[in-house]
C-alpha cells in the first residue's frame, strides 16, 4: 500500500510540474553566432510555437513581450504555430487584445512565417502587430538577409526567385526542421525552425511518439547541416496535442551575431 501511494503522489508531482509549474516557465536561451559576413554586431530573437488557445492563455504574452524587450533585439522573428486552432478557440480569443500587447515588442524589423497551424486570421494578426510575412522571399537589414519559407506541409517552401549575389549574411526561418533536407542549403548560414516543441515531453517513448512530421530528425538545439550551414531549433513555447510540457521548458532563442575575429 505505501508502494502504491508513493507512485501515486510521485504521479500527482509530475502532472503539475508538466501541466502548471513548466509549462508557465520561459527562459530565455542563448547562441553566439560568428561570421565572416557579419560586420556589425547584432542581436535576433526567434520565437515559436506560442499556441494560443485552449492550454496557452493570452495573459502569458505581457511577459514574452517583456523578456524579449529586455534584450534590446535588431531583429525579432516569429516562427510560426502562433494561435493553437482558431475555429475551435476563436470564442475565447481577445485578438485586440492580443494585439495590442504584440505591439509592444519594441523593434523596428519584425518579421515572421507561417506554421501549419496557421491561417487567415494568423496573417491579419501578424499585419496588424507591424510583422512583415515572408513566404519565400528575403528582405536584408544591413549585413543580414532574413529569408521566410513558406510552411513545407501547407506550401512550397523555395528559393527558387531569390539571388544570393551579395556578402550578407544568410537566416533562413521555415517552420519544419527536418524539411531543411529537401532545400538546397548551400547558400544559407543558418536556419532557424520550430514546430517540434522538443517532443514537449521529455520521456523517451511518449517523446517519440508526439514528435511532428518533418520534426524527427531535428528535435531542439543546434545542428552542423554542412561545413557552412547550421540549423537552430527552438522547443517553442506553448502546447498543442498534449496538454504538458516536461523537460522543455518554454523557452525564446536570442542569437548575438558578431563578426569573425
Known sequence: MGMLLAVFLFGISVFYIASYRESNQLCVREYAVCHKHI?????????????????YHSHHLPALCAKINHVHPD??????DFIDHYK???????????????????????F??????????????????????????????????????????????????????????RIAVIHEPDAVDELDHSHIHLFLSGHTHG??????VLKDMVLPDKGKRYVKGRYM?????????????????????????????????????
Open 112 to 169: 515572421c512565417v507561417m506554421g501549419n497551424h496557421d491561417g487567415t486570421a494568423y496573417r491579419q494578426l501578424m499585419k496588424s502587430c507591424g510583422f512583415t510575412m515572408l513566404e519565400n522571399r528575403q528582405v536584408c537589414v544591413e549585413d543580414v538577409a532574413v529569408i521566410g519559407l513558406e510552411d513545407a506541409l501547407l506550401g512550397y517552401p523555395s528559393f527558387a526567385d531569390m539571388e544570393f549575389g551579395d556578402d550578407r549574411f
Open 225 to 261: 547541416l554542412s561545413k557552412t550551414c547550421q540549423i537552430i531549433v527552438s522547443s517553442g513555447i506553448g502546447r498543442t496535442s498534449l496538454p504538458l510540457r516536461l523537460g522543455n521548458t518554454p523557452e525564446i532563442l536570442v542569437l548575438r551575431l558578431h563578426p569573425k575575429v
Open 199 to 204: 517532443g514537449q515531453v521529455g520521456i523517451p
Open 39 to 55: 560586420k556589425k554586431e547584432k542581436t535576433v530573437v526567434f520565437f515559436s510555437d506560442v499556441h494560443i488557445g485552449k492550454w
Open 75 to 80: 531583429i525579432v522573428i516569429l516562427g510560426g
Open 88 to 110: 475551435r478557440d476563436k470564442e475565447r480569443l481577445n485578438m485586440e487584445e492580443i494585439a495590442s500587447v504584440m505591439r509592444e515588442i519594441r523593434c523596428s524589423h519584425k
